[in-house]
């Protein structure tokens, strides 16, 4: 069971390049979410799926565009990545509501 | 005042030693608290789980909730090196949107052999 899958694991940008972080689960649950975390900031939240077909934003939505592709996917994309954007991405879903999250190993972004 | 203060440590502790770690909140609408762990380079796990007010307890692991006083704990016996770690708190209200889930910045953990 391989829980929350988060692809890349690592990726260097150059300032203005654009990618997609995938992310993917396999238990069948209703809700995604994305977080960044950066030192001292702890996780904050930048986009997040109740369900399959809505997104709505967070915390840190800006520079950020999500895709909720089916009840398993829901990819995160940066159009012009910036040095800001220098962080590691966690991919995170639950049942519903104020369940517990289950968290992927993130990737982990340098932007140059 | 931030609405989850948790202080960043690092907390050293020799094998054996009893942990506590804590948060404080200032948002009296939080009803549910959790405890995520974090090894290095790893995604977050959940540890502990508990809804409104009292204790639950879970092996070594036992996670207290004081809502009056706006205060969390988490309390790890019989210290192991496997414990080091970062222990992450979170809150939610009841009711709120799906993206209401708050953390705490997270205490850096080492237990020394």
């Known amino acids: 069971n391989a829980g929350v899958t988060q692809t890349p694991k690592f990726q260097v940008l150059k300032t203005g390049q654009s990618m997609t972080l995938q992310c993917a689960q396999d238990m069948n649950h209703n809700s995604m979410y994305w977080y960044r975390q950066d030192p001292g900031m702890g996780l904050r939240l930048i986009y997040y799926s109740a369900s399959e077909g809505t997104t709505d934003k967070g915390e840190v939505p800006n520079g950020y565009n999500v895709s909720r592709l089916n009840k398993r996917e829901f990819s995160l994309r940066l159009e012009s990545a910036a040095p800001s954007q220098t962080s590691v991405y966690f991919c995170?879903?639950?049942?519903?509501?104020?369940?517990?999250?289950?968290f992927g190993n993130g990737t982990r972004l340098t932007v140059t | 005042q931030k609405e989850v203060e948790q202080d960043p440590g690092p907390l050293s502790v020799p094998e054996g030693a009893i942990v506590s770690l804590n948060c404080t909140y200032s948002?009296?609408?939080?009803?549910?608290f959790m405890w995520y762990r974090q090894y290095s380079r790893k995604g977050p796990e959940l540890l502990m789980y508990t809804y409104s007010s009292g204790n639950k307890e879970d092996g070594r692991f036992t996670a207290q909730v004081d809502k009056s006083s706006k205060y969390i704990s988490l309390f790890i016996r019989d210290s192991q090196p496997s414990d080091s770690a970062t222990y992450l708190c979170a809150m939610s209200n009841y009711g709120g949107s799906q993206g209401n889930l708050i953390f705490g910045k997270g205490t850096k953990l080492s237990v020394k052999p």
């Open positions: 995170a879903s639950s049942e519903a509501g104020v369940s517990p999250l289950h």
């Open positions: 948002n009296s609408a939080f009803q549910y």
